[in-house]
């Protein structure tokens, strides 16, 4: 049987012994989806300042698949447990944790590249990581929006300091992160234009985006600049990568700002945003309760919610894996969640 945490502590709760087994999705090398293995791991103690979770949903997230197929193996030992979204409810707290109770509802991102993650029954993170989940959200809803949340809230609020009545450009707008980025954009105050493909223009209005770009046949550049009367854009946010990091800044008004939340593979020449003083800032967003505090209060106001474009149990990780990956290949909107504590399946059409 795998050990799957470890750990000492005075615990109130139900109090879970070195034996007890969980049903956990194990990493057993990197490679392609069908590296994952359904295994019985031990369920641990928690620290004096941890507290343990009964998962009741999961979320696949690009970063997921990148360290399955081997991106980061540097960083992962194997086996492992990944997985970076977690709604559930408090079933141990530690002897000093004052903030949660057993029973609280929860929801988290675990610490990146910092021990095992979200693909289990259950989880043990450190208090200051968890955040109450929404009243009005379902506990699949809830996993779906803490990392990608987190991302937009520290690359729009933190790192861009969008402010009201400006304009952002977002990069990818029908995608898990970018149906994030539309709300939080308009709960601020901006004005959005987005790029999708044309048959979500729709979706992504709906959404809040004043404006849509189908990039699969126009120039962002141009259409842009149309938009926007020549003045361009004060934010972009990007997050597809590749030439959106050289030609963004040719969107932007002086000084204005780009944000990043895609590796850089190879050299990229930032030459367009010399002549515009342009800032970029590059975002590998940091776990806190703050952010998920922040994110809370306007999904409970009603100007954020979650979208799950799919949904599969625990134990079809590696078809998670596989529609998100290839989700161009899918009518695929917003997130692919995974129910834990149930047997949930809700898919997308596959595009003929």
């Known amino acids: ?71 980061y193996a540097d960083q992962v030992p194997l086996p492992a447990i990944i997985g970076h979204d977690i709604s559930g409810v408090v079933e141990e707290v530690g002897s000093h944790v004052t903030e949660f109770d057993a029973g609280d509802a929860v929801y988290y991102t675990p610490r990146i590249f910092g021990g095992p993650g979200s693909y289990a029954e259950q989880h043990v993170a450190d208090v200051d990581l968890v955040g109450r989940k929404p ?25 861009a300091a969008l402010t009201v009545g400006e304009t952002i450009l977002i990069h990818g707008g029908a995608g898990g992160v970018g149906t994030i980025a539309i709300q939080i954009a308009k709960a601020i105050g ?35 600049s149309e938009m926007t009367r020549g003045k361009g854009v004060e934010v972009v946010f990007d997050t597809i990568g590749g030439d959106t990091l050289t030609r963004s800044p040719l969107t932007l008004t002086d000084f204005g700002r780009v944000v990043s939340i895609v590796d850089i593979p190879q050299p990229q020449n930032l030459i367009e945003a010399w002549g ?17 505090d922040g994110l809370t209060t306007l ?30 290949s899918y009518a695929l909107h917003g997130k692919v969640a995974i129910d834990v504590a149930g047997e949930t399946v809700a898919l997308p059409p596959r595009i003929s």
């Open 1 to 71: 049987m795998v050990r799957a945490w470890s750990g000492q502590g005075c615990l109130s709760g139900r109090r879970a012994r070195d034996t007890d087994p969980m049903k956990a999705v194990v990493l057993a090398r990197f490679g392609g989806v069908d590296a994952f293995e359904l295994r019985d791991v031990s369920v641990l103690r928690v620290e004096p300042r941890q507290v343990r979770v009964r998962v009741h949903a999961t979320a696949v997230n690009p970063l997921d698949y990148q360290i399955r197929r081997g991106d």
């Open 276 to 292: 515009r003083n342009t800032a970029y800032h590059f975002v590998f967003a940091r776990q806190n309760r703050g952010k998920l």
């Open 299 to 328: 999904v409970e106001r009603g100007l954020v919610k979650p979208i799950i474009g799919a949904t599969l149990p625990l134990a079809r990780m590696g078809e998670a894996h596989e529609l998100l990956e290839n989700r161009r």
């Open 135 to 159: 009243e009005n959200l379902s506990h699949l809803e809830a996993a779906s929006l803490t990392l990608v949340g987190a991302t937009v809230w520290e690359s729009l609020v933190t790192r």
């Open 190 to 224: 901006a004005r959005v234009i987005t790029t999708a493909k044309a048959g979500d223009h729709e979706f992504v209005r709906a959404l809040g985006a004043d404006e849509a770009i189908d990039f699969t046949s126009t120039d962002y550049v141009d259409a842009v």
